[in-house]
């Protein structure tokens, strides 16, 4: 597996000095991040890898600065009359649509492939709909193997 960062990275990226016993936990961050990437990437990893090293680094310190930033559970917090949404689903083993569309660019730059061809990930999705007053109108449920599809 590549790792696409390091914590030197990740400190040069986003200016924060990571003390020196935090340093083996962002490492992890960092290499998980490149993980869940690289099986996104698919067939095409190596590729990439070769032709956008820099935009791989970038993605992969930006994803876990994110997902790191946030307190865990909180999507959003009102400091003015206090006002604390709570986040009912992790979204840190998540690529974002942003994150993925840049990667699905870099696939198909480097391996000529459609990227939902290239990719290597499946998707399973559920999406329902609901009447003026509230009452389940319709679901659709889908399975794709590959790449998100469009």
Same mark, same amino acid.
């Not at 930033?69 to 400091?79: A, F, I, K, L």
């Not at 399973?124 to 998100?148: A, F, K, M, N, Q």
């Given at each position: 597996m590549a790792s696409y960062a390091t914590v030197e990275d990740f400190?040069? #990226?986003?200016?924060? @000095? /990571?003390?020196v016993e935090r340093e083996p936990t962002v490492q992890a961050?960092? @290499? @998980?991040t490149s993980a869940l990437i690289e099986l996104y990437l698919g067939e095409c990893a190596e590729k990439v890898e070769q032709n956008y090293p820099d935009v791989?680094?970038? /993605?992969? *310190? !930006?994803?876990? $600065? #994110?997902? !790191? &930033? *946030?307190?865990v559970g909180v999507r959003t917090e009102s400091v003015g009359a206090t &006002? /604390? =949404? $709570?986040?009912?689903? !992790?979204? &840190?083993? /998540?690529? =974002?649509?942003?994150?993925?569309d840049l990667l699905d660019s870099l696939i198909e730059a480097s391996c000529e492939l459609d990227a939902a061809a290239a990719a290597g990930v499946g998707q399973i999705?559920? #999406?329902?709909?609901? @009447? &003026?007053?509230?009452?389940l109108s319709g679901v659709d449920l889908w399975i794709v193997s590959g790449g998100h599809r469009r």
């Amino acid at each position: 597996m590549a790792s696409y960062a390091t914590v030197e990275d990740f400190e040069l #990226r986003t200016g924060t @000095d /990571v003390p020196v016993e935090r340093e083996p936990t962002v490492q992890a961050w960092l @290499d @998980d991040t490149s993980a869940l990437i690289e099986l996104y990437l698919g067939e095409c990893a190596e590729k990439v890898e070769q032709n956008y090293p820099d935009v791989l680094t970038a /993605v992969t *310190v !930006s994803h876990v $600065y #994110r997902a !790191s &930033s *946030v307190p865990v559970g909180v999507r959003t917090e009102s400091v003015g009359a206090t &006002s /604390v =949404s $709570y986040d009912t689903e !992790s979204h &840190s083993l /998540v690529l =974002s649509r942003d994150e993925q569309d840049l990667l699905d660019s870099l696939i198909e730059a480097s391996c000529e492939l459609d990227a939902a061809a290239a990719a290597g990930v499946g998707q399973i999705g559920l #999406r329902y709909d609901t @009447d &003026s007053e509230g009452e389940l109108s319709g679901v659709d449920l889908w399975i794709v193997s590959g790449g998100h599809r469009r």
